[in-house]
């Protein structure tokens, strides 16, 4: 599942001592923290006696300023601060640590009783050791006829929580093996049915699940150009910008066309959009003070023992901005591509440079807008183009790609793109049904020799804490589409409408999608009007989506309380960030909107969050394996009211090549 994030790191050096005498480099409230400011706050808990030899940082981090701080900012010094979540392994407990980066100071150290961080780099290497060395498990892979133990890859997975008192309290992971051979996917041949459950802090194995000798494959399933075959001939294909790119970037803040926004990176939920905004007749309009991921879970459906517990919350378990990969050019993006690097923290607290973890570029984006005259042949025509800011998580298997897009005609676009190796499982029959199975169905999908795809699901939450127009007063509205019945109102039988009904509290605004009537949401502000008297807005508009089909008292649907519903508005809380809740490792469930909602506050002429759960149903095929083409899903904020026309107008003719 998961491989070393960063290499293993001593004691502070020297160099990040000389760095704390640096000044602090940041320019404004929402700057991500600079390698300075990461290496300072490892150093004042040092200095505070707060660090051990077996103390590990699960994440460092800029502690957000509050919003209003922020909006009120226009130059001048700044409060600063950092927010650090630690693992004490000796003892078993999480910390959590506010520090004052301009004092120097330490100002809050509390444990978060109970409370299990997400993975970290070590955890991978104790794994490894520990199971490796576990007598039984030797056994179990001498019993399958496999000696080489180093070509051997052990992926550790996040428990889960089901209850079991052996668990409870203790730092548990799942080792699977796959036989790598000299191979490079090791996942064409999974070792099935064979689970070490492995407590890292007793540093021991304390449970060996065997259901039984599965032949492994033997089969290679490798894609790199040289195992791919002959290669299709292509020619150059290349996107020439001679005058340079269109956007600017200052700091963190981008600039393109009548777009302004500004980025920043979070170990765990990677890239964060904020303070977004249109400008408009001189002035530039708030659509959106932060934008992220706020959790993702991948539930399998396989019942299995060897399978029960993979639903991996990639982003809460593991740390999607800690799983981010530098970005390859020309492929991972084009070549006009403008990289943005971060520094991140390693598990001693030390700062790391993640080269090329972002990317900002511009591309064609088809036809904008067009009208051809048929009476006298006069035609009018503007090519689009859009500025897309990206990056890519790997987790284990999978990548993820994350891609915001800023349209011309004022629309904001979330593109999730998803690729990588699909997770499998070994099996004996030569003939294994696949996905055409009859009477009770399959469970997976046959793609090589000896080799099953699971079906699965992907779910991702977003979290818009939308501004239209105002960082408060905004409102949601549902949009449903019916017909009207025959009658005197619709005498032709023709007739639709549109209604509108306000969601005015957090258990009114849980909703899902209908495809009957066209549902989606728009978020107004009804004390700003457009020319035409009616209040600006922006519509949420969704894309794919599919309803979980774990059960409701699962232990995934417990803990992913955001998958009953694909649609929820709360009121603004700067403490309210994760959809799962903060810590959902090993965590039971009923943590986050699941619980913020039970309060059923007001959502009406307030600041609002939006919080949508896209879902994709991944039922395998064979052009999957052995790696998967992009899939695309996502959805997007369009402008209803916001403009009094359409914005684009003023695009101009593209210039000839």
């Keep these: 599942m998961i491989a070393a994030m960063f290499p293993r790191r001593g004691p502070i050096s020297l160099t990040f001592l000389i760095a704390l005498s640096l000044p602090l480099q940041a320019a404004h409230p929402l700057d991500p923290l600079s390698r300075e400011e990461i ?21 460092i981090d800029l502690d957000e300023p509050a919003k209003a701080e922020v909006l009120a900012f226009h130059g001048g010094n700044f409060p600063r601060h950092a927010s650090a979540i630690l693992y004490e392994r000796a003892t078993n407990s999480t ?123 033997k089969a290679s399933a490798d894609f790199d150009e040289k195992s791919a075959g002959p290669l299709r ?60 991921l706020s959790e993702m879970v991948v539930p399998y459906a396989d019942p299995g023992t060897a399978w029960y517990f993979r639903n991996a919350f990639d982003e809460g378990e593991y740390g999607l901005g800690r799983m981010t990969g530098s970005l390859e050019p020309l492929t991972d993006a084009p070549a006009n591509a403008r990289f943005l690097d971060v520094y991140l923290n390693d598990d001693a607290g030390a700062p790391v440079l993640l080269e090329r973890a972002a990317a900002l570029y511009e591309r064609d984006g088809g036809l904008l807008w067009k009208h051809l005259d048929p009476g006298t042949g006069v035609n009018q025509s503007r090519r689009a183009r859009e500025l897309v800011l990206t990056w890519i998580a790997t987790v284990g298997n999978y990548d993820y790609g994350f891609n915001w897009i800023f349209h011309q005609d004022g629309r904001l676009e979330m593109e ?44 991702f939450n977003f979290r818009l804490d939308v501004d239209i127009d105002s960082p408060g007063g905004n409102r949601v509205v549902e949009m449903n589409t019916e017909s009207v019945p025959p009658g005197p109102l619709n005498p032709q039988k023709n007739a639709f409408v549109m209604r509108e009904t306000s969601l005015a509290t957090e258990k009114q605004a849980q909703r899902n999608l209908n495809l009957a009537a066209n549902r989606c949401w728009e978020v107004l502000n009804p004390s700003r009007e457009n020319a035409l008297g009616e209040p600006v807005g922006y519509i949420f508009m969704p894309g794919e989506n599919a309803i979980p089909y774990a059960d409701p008292q699962s232990s995934v649907r417990r803990r992913a309380g955001f998958l009953n519903a694909q649609f929820w508005v709360t009121p603004y809380r700067r403490e309210e960030r994760y959809a799962a809740g903060d810590y959902i490792n090993q965590n039971p469930g009923g943590e986050g909107l699941a619980k913020w909602t039970l309060a059923d506050r007001s959502v009406e002429d307030t600041d609002v969050v939006v919080w949508y759960t896209l879902g994709v149903t991944h039922i395998p095929r064979p052009e999957d394996w052995p790696v998967m083409p992009v899939h695309r899903a996502g959805f997007q904020l369009m ?19």
């Design 416 to 459: 999730v793109d998803l690729t990588g190796i699909m997770e499998t499982k070994g099996t004996g029959a030569e003939k294994e049904i696949g996905h055409r199975a009859h009477g009770n169905g399959s469970l997976a999908q046959k793609v090589a020799e000896n080799v099953l795809a699971v079906n699965h699901q992907h779910f």
């Design 639 to 657: 402008p209803a009211g916001f403009f009094s026309r359409n914005p684009a107008l003023d695009v101009p003719h593209s210039p000839a090549p």
């Design 233 to 292: 001939g292509e020619k150059a294909l290349r996107i020439d910008q001679p005058g340079g790119p269109g956007f600017t970037v200052e700091g963190n803040e981008v600039r393109w066309q009548k777009w302004r926004f500004r980025y920043g990176f979070h170990p765990r939920e990677g890239l964060v959009l904020y303070t977004v905004g249109y400008e408009d007749a001189g002035r530039v309009r708030s659509i959106l003070y932060r934008g992220s």
């Design 39 to 59: 290496a300072a706050t490892r150093e004042v808990l040092r200095s505070a006696g707060k660090l051990h030899e077996t103390t590990r940082f699960a994440s």
């Design 95 to 217: 910390w959590e640590a506010l520090v004052d980066l301009r004092a120097g100071r330490l100002d809050s150290w509390k444990q978060v009783a109970g409370a299990q961080p997400p993975f970290l780099n070590e955890d991978y290497f104790l794994v490894q050791k520990i199971v490796r060395s576990d007598p039984r498990w030797r056994a179990a892979m001498a019993k399958r006829g496999i000696s080489d133990l180093e070509n051997v890859q052990l992926d550790p997975w996040t428990t889960g929580n089901f209850g079991w008192p052996e668990e409870d309290g203790k730092r548990i992971f799942r080792a699977v093996a796959f036989y790598k051979g000299h191979a490079s996917n090791a996942y064409a041949r999974p070792v099935e049915g064979l689970v070490a459950t492995v407590d890292v802090s007793a540093m021991k194995v304390i449970k060996l699940t065997d259901t039984g000798v599965v032949p492994v494959a």
